[in-house]
Nanobody
Framework: QVQLVESGGGLVQAGGSLRLSCAAS????????VAWFRQAPGKEREFVVA????????YYADSVKGRFTISRDNAKNTVYLQMNGLKPQDTAVYYC?????????????????WGHGTQVTVSS
């Protein structure tokens, strides 16, 4: 059983940056693909980005490509999401999720483990 805990959210002005962390415990973290999803008020949860077990492959939603960067440190059991050039429309609760397979990444239904989320608010 893997437990995921997100941190690093907060309030930032448009154009600013934040770095989110997803810390894992309780399992072989290095075996899992990890993704970030987000959910804005009144909207469905959406896929943001994913990284494979080794960090050698990543997949970004078009809305964040070129602004967000995902990385992982398996020695620290942590995945990071560096968010630059933040926009008000990036405001959401950000969740990390993990699963074995690096397939069907945008589908939230295939992820085994979820964190409780961290709030990101971007003011205009």
């Amino acid at each position: 059983q893997v437990q995921l805990v997100e941190s690093g959210g907060g309030l930032v002005q448009a154009g600013g940056s934040l770095r989110l962390s997803c810390a894992a415990s309780g399992g072989a973290f290095g075996n899992y693909a990890v993704a970030w999803f987000r959910q804005a008020p009144g909207k469905e949860r959406e896929f943001v980005v994913a990284i494979n077990y080794s960090g050698g492959s990543t997949y970004y939603a078009d809305s964040v490509k070129g602004r967000f960067t995902i990385s992982r440190d398996n020695a620290k059991n942590t995945v990071y999401l560096q968010m630059n050039g933040l926009k008000p429309q990036d405001t959401a609760v950000y969740y990390c999720a993990a699963k074995y397979s690096y397939a069907n990444l945008p589908s939230e239904n295939v992820y085994l483990y979820w964190g409780h989320g961290t709030q990101v608010t971007v003011s205009s």
